[in-house]
């Protein structure tokens, strides 16, 4: 049976729905608090349980530093940066495969404009180092860069070295900060909480660059 363009497209808009929706009916926070992660359970179940919660979690657009955050409080830093940096990964990964098999060619036409297919050109022809750098700047939605590499023409490896790499900075800022939070007088909380402050400043001046960009054009026009 065929599958038209328009229901592969409202296909990915109710599956997304429904991963956000679910957070009414499990909080990651709870599963994370009280759920088996912090039973006496072996750590390799303990690590996948927190995997899966981590990708579920990004695919349903639950805040990623609440996340990260609770990896190092429940893993320490080495373990905890491995497990918050692979589960966003894949949660990526999987928004990625979504996109890319059940929206991609629907939204194509919505690419004629010209920033839209700018935005295309760059990620086809330089899909690695687009990537990687909307990864590692503050203020990038991390499931906008999601969809917009999978509505684009980069290849799947790519995106995924490229985000891999990317998420390593500021996840282990949220990460230092949680196995660190017992001490905040300790170096590393407060190293953390500094990279975390200049994280939020960055966000806040590249949105107000990003708007001044926006803004420009029409305020040309109209003049």
């Known amino acids: 049976m065929h599958i038209t363009q328009a229901s592969r497209l409202a296909l990915l808009v109710l599956v997304l729905a429904a991963a ?3 957070l009414f009916l499990w909080d990651p ?4 608090s009280h759920g088996p992660l912090t039973s006496d359970v072996p750590a390799v179940w303990a690590g996948l349980g927190f995997l899966f919660v981590y990708a579920i979690g ?3 657009f639950f805040p990623k530093p609440v996340l990260n955050i609770a990896a190092g409080v429940l893993f320490g830093i080495p373990a905890g940066l491995t497990l918050a940096v692979v589960g966003a990964t894949v949660g990526a990964v999987l928004a990625f495969v979504l996109g890319r098999v059940l929206g991609r060619e629907a939204l194509r036409p919505l690419l004629k404009g010209k920033l839209l297919a700018a935005l295309d050109r760059r990620l086809t022809e330089q899909g690695f180092q687009s990537v990687l750098l909307m990864r ?3 203020g990038v939605p991390f499931a906008v860069v999601n969809f917009v590499a999978a509505f684009s023409g980069v290849r799947l490896p790519t995106f995924v ?3 891999a790499l990317g998420l390593v900075p500021g996840t282990a800022a949220y990460v ?3 196995a660190s939070a017992s001490s905040p007088t300790s170096p590393a909380f407060l190293i953390s909480g500094g ?6 400043a960055l966000t806040l001046v590249s949105l107000r660059r990003t708007r001044s960009v926006v803004t420009a054009p029409t305020a040309q026009g109209a003049a």
Request: proline content about 4%; hydrophobic content about 65%.
């Open 58 to 60: 990004t695919l349903a």
């Open 176 to 178: 230092v900060a949680g």
């Open 20 to 22: 956000a929706g679910s």
């Open 29 to 32: 926070r709870r599963v994370l």
């Open 136 to 138: 590692v700047m503050p």
């Open 195 to 200: 990279v975390m402050i200049a994280l939020t």
């Open 161 to 163: 070295v490229a985000t």
